[in-house]
């Protein structure tokens, strides 16, 4: 009875050896090669200004992300991400990504009240793409619900 538990256990420890190389092998064929990139001419841009950081998203017109960047992405780190400096920075640095898919036209929506909206505006209109339109998309409540208390200074 001995001996049978030890060939089972043989047996299981072969069948676990043989099933990792098939495994390995699976991966390899599961991984697919990069595309040829598509043409984007029109996109849009989304710029979110909150207190603390400025995302920056650029997608197609059906909405699929192209590409994206934000302050803290950017390289900036704690207070420094809510300059406006960082904000343009964002900007400039999710433009050159959209280069690569030849984004020369932009719509594009602005939501939050973040010190980097404005400075966000002007570095689009200074890396080269023609601005299409620019929609305010700052939500606005109609006396909903509570604010969040005022800092202290």
């Known amino acids: 009875m001995a001996d049978a538990d030890a060939k089972k256990k043989d047996v299981k420890a072969t069948e676990g050896a043989n099933d990792a190389p098939e495994a390995a092998e699976e991966k390899k064929?599961?991984?697919?090669?990069?595309?040829?990139?598509?043409?984007?001419?029109?996109?849009?841009?989304?710029?979110?200004?909150?207190?603390?950081?400025?995302i920056v998203t650029i997608t197609d017109p059906s909405g699929n992300v192209l590409c994206w960047s934000s302050?803290?992405?950017?390289?900036?780190?704690?207070?420094?991400?809510?300059?406006?400096?960082?904000?343009?920075?964002?900007?400039?640095?999710a433009l050159n990504k959209a280069k690569v898919f030849g984004v020369e036209r932009v719509h594009i929506a602005v939501k939050g009240i973040g010190t980097g909206r404005d400075q966000a505006l002007r570095a689009v209109s200074g890396c080269g793409v023609q601005i299409e339109s620019i929609r305010e998309r700052t939500a606005v409540p109609h006396n909903g619900c509570r604010p969040r208390k005022a800092p202290r200074n």
């Open 29 to 54: 064929k599961a991984v697919k090669k990069k595309g040829k990139k598509r043409s984007v001419p029109e996109a849009n841009l989304y710029i979110i200004a909150s207190f603390n950081n400025t």
């Open 71 to 93: 302050a803290g992405s950017s390289g900036f780190k704690g207070t420094r991400k809510a300059t406006p400096y960082a904000a343009s920075v964002a900007v400039e640095n």
